[in-house]
Protein backbone atom coordinates (compact mmCIF):
# COMPACT_ATOMS: atom_id res chain seq x y z
CA UNK A 1 0.00 0.00 0.00
CA UNK A 2 1.80 3.34 -0.74
CA UNK A 3 0.77 6.62 0.82
CA UNK A 4 2.00 9.92 1.11
CA UNK A 5 2.64 12.81 3.21
CA UNK A 6 2.67 16.33 2.73
CA UNK A 7 4.22 17.94 5.89
CA UNK A 8 2.69 21.23 6.54
CA UNK A 9 1.26 23.18 9.76
CA UNK A 10 -1.74 23.71 10.45
CA UNK A 11 -1.56 27.17 11.46
CA UNK A 12 0.12 28.03 8.23
CA UNK A 13 -2.83 26.51 6.47
CA UNK A 14 -5.26 28.53 9.27
CA UNK A 15 -3.71 32.15 8.29
CA UNK A 16 -4.89 32.42 5.10
CA UNK A 17 -8.49 31.73 5.99
CA UNK A 18 -8.19 34.15 9.57
CA UNK A 19 -6.49 36.97 7.21
CA UNK A 20 -9.41 38.04 5.21
CA UNK A 21 -12.00 38.19 7.68
CA UNK A 22 -9.61 39.83 9.76
CA UNK A 23 -9.15 42.31 7.21
CA UNK A 24 -12.65 42.85 6.40
CA UNK A 25 -13.82 43.33 9.99
CA UNK A 26 -11.01 46.17 10.44
CA UNK A 27 -11.68 47.75 6.90
CA UNK A 28 -8.39 47.00 5.55
CA UNK A 29 -9.25 44.47 2.87
CA UNK A 30 -8.03 41.39 2.19
CA UNK A 31 -5.00 40.44 2.24
CA UNK A 32 -3.42 38.42 -0.74
CA UNK A 33 -3.25 34.58 -0.33
CA UNK A 34 0.48 33.42 -1.34
CA UNK A 35 0.96 29.66 -1.47
CA UNK A 36 3.63 27.81 -0.12
CA UNK A 37 6.61 27.15 -3.00
CA UNK A 38 8.54 25.01 -1.56
CA UNK A 39 6.93 21.83 0.66
CA UNK A 40 8.04 18.46 2.20
CA UNK A 41 6.70 15.62 0.22
CA UNK A 42 7.35 11.91 1.81
CA UNK A 43 6.02 8.91 -0.02
CA UNK A 44 6.17 5.42 1.49
CA UNK A 45 6.99 2.89 -1.41
CA UNK A 46 5.13 -0.11 0.48
CA UNK A 47 8.43 -1.92 1.63
CA UNK A 48 9.60 0.32 4.64
CA UNK A 49 11.22 2.54 2.37
CA UNK A 50 10.41 6.35 1.82
CA UNK A 51 10.96 8.48 -1.12
CA UNK A 52 11.15 12.51 0.04
CA UNK A 53 11.49 15.69 -1.65
CA UNK A 54 11.56 19.66 -0.74
CA UNK A 55 12.07 22.26 -3.36
CA UNK A 56 14.88 20.25 -6.52
CA UNK A 57 16.32 18.17 -3.09
CA UNK A 58 15.09 14.55 -3.07
CA UNK A 59 16.72 11.48 -0.96
CA UNK A 60 14.95 7.86 -0.17
CA UNK A 61 15.99 5.34 2.08
CA UNK A 62 14.33 3.09 5.18
CA UNK A 63 14.74 6.00 8.10
CA UNK A 64 12.79 8.59 5.74
CA UNK A 65 9.89 5.88 5.80
CA UNK A 66 10.63 5.62 10.17
CA UNK A 67 10.25 9.39 9.71
CA UNK A 68 6.68 9.32 7.49
CA UNK A 69 5.66 6.58 9.82
CA UNK A 70 6.22 8.55 12.56
CA UNK A 71 4.40 11.97 11.65
CA UNK A 72 1.06 9.60 10.61
CA UNK A 73 0.97 7.50 13.39
CA UNK A 74 1.00 10.75 15.26
CA UNK A 75 -1.36 12.69 13.26
CA UNK A 76 -3.97 9.52 13.47
CA UNK A 77 -3.93 9.48 17.41
CA UNK A 78 -5.75 12.47 17.45
CA UNK A 79 -8.83 11.15 15.74
CA UNK A 80 -8.47 7.91 17.78
CA UNK A 81 -9.28 9.76 20.70
CA UNK A 82 -12.48 12.10 20.83
CA UNK A 83 -12.19 15.61 22.89
CA UNK A 84 -14.77 14.33 25.18
CA UNK A 85 -13.01 11.46 26.10
CA UNK A 86 -10.10 13.20 26.71
CA UNK A 87 -12.03 15.47 28.93
CA UNK A 88 -13.53 12.62 31.13
CA UNK A 89 -10.09 10.67 30.86
CA UNK A 90 -8.49 13.64 32.92
CA UNK A 91 -11.42 14.21 35.21
CA UNK A 92 -11.67 10.35 35.73
Not at 53 to 75: M, P, Y
Amino acid sequence: MKSSTHVSSAPQRARPAARPSAGVSTGEGAAPFVPQTKFLSLISTGDRYAVASRGRLAVQGALLWTFKDWIDRRWMRQYQELPSQRVSAAVG
